[in-house]
Structures are given as C-alpha cells and as structure tokens.
C-alpha cells in the first residue's frame, strides 16, 4: 500500500514537472520568436533606409519621395553626424523616380543616389558588386532589387534603360546591372534601386553638392528617437528636420506591435496552466499526505512548519519544470536558427523561416517571475492543511 501510495505522488509531481516544463518552454519559445520577428523585420527596413533620416521638411511631416527639393551638402554636418554616439554610418542620399525598360517591359521605381561610402546593411543579402565609382563622371551602374530584375527578366550584367522625365525634357541613361539585392519586403523592394549620386544630381540638373538628405546608420535601434532628438535640436536648422525610419514607416511596426500583444495573451495563458497544474499537484500530494501531516500535527508541529515542507516541494516542481522547459525551448530554437525548419511565406512575413533570437534579460525574467508567482500561488492549496484533523486521518493509518 506505501509503495502504491509513493509511486503515484512520484507519477504526480512528474506530471507536473512536465506541464511546468512544456509551458515555461512555449513561454521562451514564443518571446524568441517575438523577438526575431521584430528584430528581423526592424533591420531589413534599418538596413536600407537607416534608422534617422535628415531633410527638409514638408507639411505633411514626412520624405515626398523623389519631390523635395534639393539642399547643399554640408560637410560639417556631415562630420557632426558620423561622430555622434550609437552612430555608425552617415551617408548623402537623393531620390528621383524613373521609369525603368528592358526587354519589352517597363517598370516605375525610384533611384536611390548614394556615394562611395554606402552599403547595405546586415538585414539585406545581394549578389554582384556595388556601384562602380572611379569614373570621373558618374557611374553607369545600377543595383536592383531581385523581384524587380526577376519582373524585367534582368540578371547580373545585363543592360537597363531609365526614363527620366524633367518637365517636358525626357532624358534617357543605359545603365548595366552590376548586382541584386534582397531584403524579403516586396514593398520596399520593387520601389528603389541603388545608383550613383553623381548620376541623379545630373539627370536633374543640380549643382555637384545637390542631395535630397542624409541618411543615419545607428549601432541600436532603441538609440533612433534620442539621436533624432539630438540631431533635431543640437545640429540642424529650419528647414531641415530629423525623423526616424521608424515614424516614416510605422505601419510596418505597428504591425510588429500587434505580433507582441498576442504573443503576451499566449504568455499570460501559459502561465495560468502552469499554475493550475502546480497547485492541482500539490493539492493532490497534500491529500495524499494527510496522514503523515496528521501525525506531524499531532506531535506538536506548528502548521507553518508544516506548510513549508509543501511549499519546498512546490518550489522543486517549479524549478525542476523551469530547468526542463529552459533545456527544451533553447534546443527548439538552435534547431530552428541553425536549420530553418520551420518555413514562412516570404510574400506575407518578409522573410523565408521563422526566426528566433534569444534575449537573456528576457530569459532570465521568465524563469525568475515563473517560479515566483507559482510558489506564491502554492499559499492556497497549503491552506487544506489546517482542515486536516489529527484525530480523524490518524485511525486510517
């Protein structure tokens, strides 16, 4: 009878190590996910337009692609930027739509000039090479988007025509794809193509200082409202203004903000399973144990002592599923990021796997809140404790 007695408070706690394990593992696994969302997406539209824009500003508040009008180069501020903290890179730019034709079909866009200095950033992969720039001149390269070169059955090497319209001067440049890039967001990517600087500011007849603005590269993207800011109130005057990346494209965030709040309601879910499984268990050893507390009761124990016997148990269970959902949820997500097992429409997510990115704080806030709020939880099943009656359980003994 003991032996059966031990066998099913072990098959218990094990059943509830296991529930503790498999929702602190969908916990970690579903912020992991979470965050490679956001810091995937967040560094494709980082990658190509930076974090901190500097232009003149509009009434609307935000970049006319292609229709503001253009500002001198300053070179201190220029200087001023790059030696900012958290800045990384700080590049001239200038935006001018044209139509692009190859082979039979045509294709809006908007040119992206930038110098020598540009490159994409970590969230964009490209084939071929960038910009040429040793003719004195301007280059006649150009780097599109690979959906765009895909659309005009374009590859590396091949020659593209742009239209250009100024008024009622059309003006027209071959230019030879000289690489492709990806960044997984169609929408980004079949509107620019990246050319020489040199190039737009004579096909709009500028000055050879003419930009559109400056883009701002920043180490962490939590650094782009102070730098904005910064730069807003520290570097620039009217008619130049700082916005950052973000501002200009908040739907896309706004989106990844609303990832965040389901993904909260499922964290809140697993919780309160977790919950539920810990006290059931421990309701069901308490009731399992009643003689034995009896027994302890009776031979003077106080009841807090005795609770703290269950609450140790308790604390045990919890950590013991912690530890094991911890194993589990890490493994998952190495798998994932080394293998990309599990695949996404890259049409509707922006990117081909599902990615995963562990941050510790968050880690480690999990595990520490997981286990606190299940041992608290623990007080009300103890409290069956003081209902146990010595005189009543001891004769079944």
Known sequence: MAKQKGAFAAFIIRLAIT????????????????????????????????????????????SSIGLDPPIATDTHLLQSLRALPGVTAAYPYAVTPVILQAKG?????NLKGVDSNYRFGTGITST?????????????DIVLSRSTANRLNLTTGDTVQINFIAGNTPRIRRLRVCGLYHSGMDDMDKLFAVCDLRLLQRLNNW??????????????????????????????????????????YSFIFDWLQLLGSNSIILIIIMAIVAIIHLAAALLILIIDRAVMIGLLQALGMPF?????????IAAIIGGTGILAGNILALGLCYIQQTFGVIKLPEDSYFMQYVPVRIVWWQLAVTDLATLAVCVLCMWLPTLYIRRIQPAKVLQFK
């Not at 090479?129 to 001149?137: G, I, K, P, T």
């Open 304 to 312: 807090h002592k005795t609770r703290n016997i269950f609450l140790y």
């Open 19 to 62: 529930a503790t394990a498999l929702c602190v593992a969908i916990m970690i696994a579903t912020l992991a996910i979470l965050s490679g969302f956001r810091y995937a997406v967040s560094e494709k539209v980082f990658a190509f337009m930076g974090h901190v824009r500097v232009q003149p500003f509009n009434e609307t508040g935000t």
């Open 207 to 248: 000055g050879g200082d003419s930009i559109n603005g400056y883009q701002v590269d920043l180490a962490e993207a939590a650094m782009a409202d102070s730098v904005a800011s910064l730069i807003h109130y520290n570097l620039i005057d009217p008619p130049l203004y700082a916005q950052t990346t973000a501002s200009i």
């Open 105 to 109: 079909q045509l294709e809006g866009i």
């Open 128 to 140: 071929g090479h960038m910009v040429n720039y040793a003719d004195s001149q301007y280059a006649h």
